[in-house]
């Protein structure tokens, strides 16, 4: 897996897929000898949701106040 996300043909092919669309990639990669957290999947979504919204700001307001509802 650390070879396809290092290696540049992938992106190369998917930025040709996107069309010239925003194309974000995360990535996680679940490790056995290191925190519980980095073994289960709520590691990965918990990396993928820090991603997305570092990258993309404007999301912060619609996911707090999706969870607002949510909980509420």
Do not use: D, H
């Not at 996680?28 to 980095?38: A, E």
């Amino acid at each position: 897996m650390i070879y396809i996300f290092e290696e540049p043909r992938p992106k190369t092919l998917l930025s040709e897929w996107a069309s010239g669309e925003r194309l974000p990639c995360a990535w996680f990669y679940f490790w056995n000898v290191g925190t519980s957290l980095q073994n289960l999947q709520l590691g990965l979504l918990r990396s993928i949701f820090y991603y997305a919204l570092s990258k993309y700001t404007e999301l912060i307001t619609v996911v707090f106040l999706a969870i607002c509802r949510f909980i509420s």
